[in-house]
T-cell receptor, first 115, second 114 residues
């Protein structure tokens, strides 16, 4: 157990729907990162939050949004889902959020299947 | 544009032998490199890292080598054990980048045969 908790583990939904993925970071970590891993691809950085504030954005679609709450858990909202959004979504956390905070602790991921 | 490439999707090695996983990068701004290991149904876990001021870093059975001129790094596992069977990702970032600048390769699935 890495200490980073993601729910749900699996999710199957239809095109056009909206889903929310949840992440609780490791105790003491202030920074949360979201990554997407599509089939045979590396992990693609989506977005980072640090202590409730958005810190960095990667290749996140406009249909996707995220937030980090005062208790530091984070949610990734995916809307108007398309078949291509089917992927593993990982949450990771780190203590800091700036340069040098390179070692991440990952959760087990949420596998999203869009039919 | 794939800035970090792991050209071997899979690798099979006999138990006790050396496993060598390779990774190439194109961005000359990268100067901090990491390897993560991933078991099925688990998230990636940090394995070992290397800064560009070094050309080698060892941690037990794991050694990472960095060849900056060739923009190439490799992970050596000696001796390989069945528990090393996993997917290995290399990742790179500029030193000033932080984790949000990490670029991951596609991964190499390592299978250790008894």
């Amino acid at each position: 157990d890495s200490g980073v908790t993601q729910t749900p583990k699996h999710l199957i939904t239809a095109t056009g729907q909206r889903v929310t993925l949840r992440c609780s970071p490791r105790s003491g970590d202030l920074s949360v990162y979201w990554y997407q891993q599509s089939l045979d691809q590396g992990l693609q950085f989506l977005i980072q939050y640090y202590n409730g504030e958005e810190r960095a954005k990667g290749n996140i679609l406009e249909r996707f949004s995220a937030q980090q709450f005062p208790d530091l858990h984070s949610e990734l909202n995916l809307s108007s889902l398309e078949l291509g959004d089917s992927a593993l979504y990982f949450c990771a956390s780190s203590v800091g959020g700036g340069p040098g905070a390179n070692v991440l602790t990952f959760g087990a991921g949420s596998r999203l299947t869009v039919l | 544009d794939q800035q970090v490439k792991q050209n071997s999707p899979s690798l099979s090695v006999q138990e006790g032998r050396i496993s060598i996983l390779n990774c190439d990068y194109t961005n000359s701004m990268f100067d901090y490199f990491l390897w993560y290991k991933k078991y099925p149904a688990e998230g990636p876990t940090f394995l070992i890292s290397i800064s560009s001021i070094k050309d080698k870093n060892e941690d037990g059975r794991f050694t990472v080598f960095l060849n900056k001129s060739a923009k190439h790094l490799s992970l050596h596992i000696v001796p390989s054990q069945p528990g090393d069977s996993a997917v290995y990702f290399c990742a790179a970032t500029p030193a000033w980048g932080g984790a949000q600048k990490l670029v991951f390769g596609q991964g190499t699935r390592l299978t250790i045969n008894p």
